[in-house]
């Protein structure tokens, strides 16, 4: 299937690994040049090489921090000096901290918030004008299964990655008339750092192994085990794509069947 990405120009957020870096993987594959970002200058300058080398795509890598409003215009800005234009965005940022409510600050509310609310809102500001002007945009938020399901012991993503959902289905309304679309894709348990992370934090509480934990969440999953994280970014792909263009205001979620609701 030709899913007409090719000389489309993405911007993957928080890309230098996990599902961030599989979807800039899968868009670069599909002939997409491709601006990345991650905090860290050496993990994203060496994450554009190694896809640059394996796909011939064009890619700029960027160190920052899409928590900072001065990081994302520094970021779009040298995306627009390279390429002239944005015609994909995916929304991206690492988890916030795991735990009760009473054990979160205020700040720390505010920190999570700006790292996955904010940052959204941020970086779409600065790329829907050239969309509209163009009359083509695809707006893909990575949100999380919590949306939909709350998970235990995340209050902060569970909070905060559903305001992303309220603003993403509100705009998706606003901007549908100009070809633009919007929708979220809520990754479920998969092979990532951050999963992996979880997984020792959780099970050095309970006094098992990671696997054993991890194990346990493979349970709760109908297909018995957990993503990769290419089966999620072969989804994302579709939806920024040419082929998806009556697809808008909708969160899909790729977990394997754990979300046990019907819609």
Same mark, same amino acid.
């Given at each position: 299937m030709d899913l007409g990405l090719t000389n489309k120009v993405a911007l993957v957020a928080a890309a230098s690994r996990g599902l961030g870096r599989a %979807?800039?993987?899968?868009?670069?594959?599909?002939g997409a040049s491709l601006i990345i970002c991650s905090r860290s200058e050496e993990k994203i300058s060496q994450t554009a090489k190694e896809i640059a080398e394996s796909t011939g795509a064009r890619i700029l890598g960027v160190a920052a921090d899409v928590s900072s409003p001065d990081d994302v215009s520094r970021l779009t800005r040298l995306a627009m000096e390279r390429f002239e234009r944005i015609d994909i965005l995916v929304t991206n940022?690492?988890?916030?901290?795991?735990?009760?409510?009473? &054990?979160? &600050?205020?700040?720390?509310?505010?920190?999570?918030?700006n790292l996955l609310l904010r940052s959204v809102v941020a970086l779409t500001h600065a790329v829907l004008p050239g969309m509209k002007d163009r009359g083509w945009g695809r707006i893909l938020n990575i949100t999380s299964i919590a949306v939909k #399901?709350? %998970?235990?012991?995340l209050i902060l993503s569970n909070s905060v990655r559903a305001a992303v959902t309220g603003f993403a289905r509100t705009l998706a309304n606003e901007v549908a008339p100009i070809g633009v679309t919007v929708n979220n894709i809520m990754p479920g348990?998969? /092979?990532?750092?951050? %999963?992996?992370?979880? &997984? #020792?934090?959780m099970a050095k509480k309970q006094g098992i192994t990671p696997a054993e934990f991890i194990a346990r969440w493979e349970q709760e999953i109908p297909m018995h085990r957990i993503g990769e994280p290419r089966e999620f970014a072969a989804l994302a792909a579709f939806l920024v794509s040419e082929r998806a263009s009556? $697809?808008?205001?909708? &969160?899909? #979620? %790729?977990d394997g069947g754990? $979300? /046990?609701a019907i819609m």
């Open positions: %979807v800039a993987e899968e868009l670069a594959a599909e940022a690492g988890g916030p901290p795991a735990g009760p409510f009473e &054990s979160f &600050s205020l700040e720390q509310w505010d920190a999570a918030t #399901q709350p %998970v235990d012991n348990y998969t /092979r990532t750092e951050r %999963v992996e992370e979880l &997984s #020792q934090m009556y $697809i808008t205001g909708t &969160s899909v #979620q %790729v754990w $979300i /046990r």
